[in-house]
Structure formats: C-alpha cells, structure tokens
C-alpha cells in the first residue's frame, strides 16, 4: 500500500472518530504558561488531538527527517501550532458575535491577521536554522497539502450526511 493511499485511510478513520465528538472550542482547557505574551491552549477534545498526531505523522513522512533533525524541529513545530492555534482561537472569540462597535472588532482582526504573520516569519527563520530551505518548503507544501485533504474528507463526510 502506497504512503498516499494509507493517508487516505488513516485521514478517513480520523474523521470518522473525531466527528464523534463536540465542538472543540467548546472543550478546551488552558494551560498556565505563557509564550510571546499568548497563553498556549491546547485542544482537549481527543478527535482534534488525533488528527494533530496525524497530521505530524504525515509532515515527519513528507520531510523524511534525520533523527537529528526530528529532535530539533518537532519542539519548534509544536510551539509553532500551538501559537497559530491561540491566535486563531481569539480571532475566532474576537469575531463570534456583532459588537457595538464595529470598527474596533475590525481593527482587533486586522491585528490578528499581523500576529499570525508575525507567528510564520519568526518561525520561518527557527525552521531554517533546523533545517535545509528545501525542507522547509516542503514543510509548508506538506501543511496545505494535509489541510487541502482535511477539508475535501470534511466536505465528503457532510456531503454524504442526510
């Protein structure tokens, strides 16, 4: 069996498992420590938590890592996510309902859209004193390539729902 085909079947059984369970921002909890003055939460849902696993099992096989490699990069990598999902996650608060003034919820996800580029340049730069630029292309082809899978399987599950 092809490396892509068992993706295929590893992504399928992930979704069927974690559509299973609730909303995962609903079911988050905070961890205490604090990083470039985010708090680092973590999702707690354990659907979410598979398809973390998962989607680091697919990038370790695409950028095919030494185990040197492997044992700088997958700290950085975690503290990465984790970074990008806090952000995403007030983004999200920041615009879950219509405040009275408009304006400043704006001006509030603007500045979220600059943290999140913020987030990728500086880890950019930590990639690259981990690992050959060649890798770290692959690195963000292999994230939108699992995330591109991610939603067509999302989309194929709804679809086929009554």
Known sequence: MTV?????????????????????????????????????????????RRIQVVKETFIGQQLALTRQQGELFWPIYRQYQNELFEVRRLKRLNNSDAQANGAEQVKRDLDYDAQLVAIRKHYNEEFMKVLPPEKVSQLIKSEREFNDELVRKLHEQNVAKP
Do not use: D, E
């Open 4 to 48: 892509n085909k068992l993706c295929k079947h590893v992504f399928f059984i992930l979704l069927l498992g974690c559509f299973s369970y609730t909303a995962y921002s609903q079911n988050l909890r905070m961890q205490s420590r604090q990083q470039t003055g985010l708090r680092i939460v973590k999702p707690q849902n354990p659907g979410m």
